[in-house]
């Protein structure tokens, strides 16, 4: 059961300012439908609506990923699916957005059981060159000495 404080968020705020993408797709080889990918996920795709997004990637985890990196990825999932207790995975594969562009995606997912769904994946996702600017400036700027 989640922990909350006094105030209340809607989910929906949680997911919009998240530092990254949401994306939740079954865990079923033969049917790796994308059920929901937050507003970040578009973005990264180029995309302008969740419909646009499911028509770019045919509505699948297999048409999220680059053709190339697909197999490798599924590969790498299921490998630390399988040797993580907590059914976590990890790993890093390429895009291609709406316009065309190539794009390095850091893919943080969960294997869980839902009880009306089934197996899903549950992914954070970040576009790795953004994550690269991000991490670049916090380290390179200044930060404020503390006083003791």
């Known amino acids: 059961m989640p922990v909350k404080s006094e105030y209340s968020f809607d989910p929906a705020d949680i997911l919009e300012h998240l530092p990254g993408g949401v994306l939740v797709y079954r865990a079923n080889k033969e049917n790796e439908e994308i059920l929901f990918a937050s507003k970040e996920v578009i973005d990264i795709f180029e995309c302008a609506d969740f419909d646009e997004f499911l028509t770019h990637v045919n509505g699948t985890f297999k048409g999220f990923v680059h053709p190339e990196d697909y197999e490798r990825a599924e590969e790498i999932i299921w490998s630390h699916i399988h040797s993580s207790e907590h059914h976590l995975d990890y790993l890093v594969y390429r895009i291609i957005t709406k316009s065309g562009t190539i794009k ?32 670049y400036n916090a380290i390179t700027t200044p930060q404020p000495q503390e006083t003791l």
């Open 104 to 135: 390095e995606i850091d893919d943080f997912g969960r294997l869980v059981h839902h009880p009306e769904y089934g197996d899903l994946f549950f992914v954070f996702i970040h576009d790795m060159m953004h994550k690269y600017e991000v991490l």
